[in-house]
């Protein structure tokens, strides 16, 4: 395998860092143009220099200068003028689309989402099939008037979310519990495929009050909780003592 063909050094090229100098002086804001930094050949009869960039807002970046010149042209010219970065130079993160940047939570009053018109987690409430009463069947059953419902990986993420998070059985608040939220007379089963899995506490007492819980979740008001109620404590009669003198000034 024959080997790449090393760029040949060109003496006028590398050789123009004066007029490289005067071209990086021309486009940056005074006193932001270092020192020599280097040059390379970035092909036949084309090279590069390097200069120190010394603005405080672009630390480890550097002045990059192309220079050329034409077969049997004894001077270069200049070709392009940029401001490169560095591998020390601090750099914007790359660019997010606002949807993909909120996380859960980041939403307050008065705030939207954007529409996802691709989201994997939803799928389309119902397909039309031109029959007018299997249709409205169709729209009351699976979408209950909605355009999109829960897609089968929106459902096992929403899932895995909820078992993993404070509602699931992995809590310190449920590890104590003496039993689980499947026996409890406030625990309301879930419709649908989740119903195997989750249901909603109704337990006033609860701190999961209103809120998403697994079966083998569990908390200390549970409905069949029966701890023994401690004895009363038993108070002795006070005892007066008709000899002591109380002394007032």
Not at 134 to 160: H, K, M, N, T, Y
Request: proline content about 7%; overall charge negative.
């Amino acid at each position: 395998m024959a080997k790449a063909e090393k760029t040949k050094s060109d003496k006028v090229l590398l050789g123009a860092v004066e007029l490289a100098h005067e071209a990086a002086l021309s486009i940056a804001e005074p006193g932001t143009v270092g020192d020599h930094a280097g040059s390379v050949m970035l092909g036949e009869r084309i090279a590069m220099h390097y200069f120190q960039c010394l603005s405080r807002g672009y630390v480890g970046w550097h002045w990059a200068i192309s220079v050329a010149r034409a077969p049997r042209q004894k001077f270069a010219t200049v070709c392009e003028t940029n401001l490169l970065p560095t591998d020390a130079a601090v750099l914007a993160p790359d660019w997010v689309p606002y949807v993909e940047r909120l996380a859960p939570g980041d939403l307050g009053a008065g705030d939207e989402r954007p529409y996802v018109a691709d989201d994997p987690l939803l799928e389309q409430g119902f397909e039309a099939t031109g029959e007018e009463d299997v249709d409205q069947v169709a729209f009351f059953e699976l979408g209950l008037g909605r355009p999109r419902v829960l897609s089968a990986e929106g459902r096992d993420a929403a899932a895995q979310r909820w078992y993993d998070g404070s509602s699931g059985p992995h809590t310190d608040v449920a590890e104590q519990a003496s039993m689980h939220c499947t026996t409890c007379g406030f625990f309301v089963p879930m419709p649908g495929a989740l119903r195997s899995v989750f249901g909603v506490c109704a337990g006033e007492w609860s701190p999961d009050d209103g809120r998403v819980v697994s079966l083998d979740h569990g908390c200390g008001a549970h409905s069949e909780s029966d701890i023994p109620e401690p004895a009363p404590e038993q108070i002795d009669a006070p005892v007066l003592d008709d000899f002591a003198v109380d002394v007032s000034s």
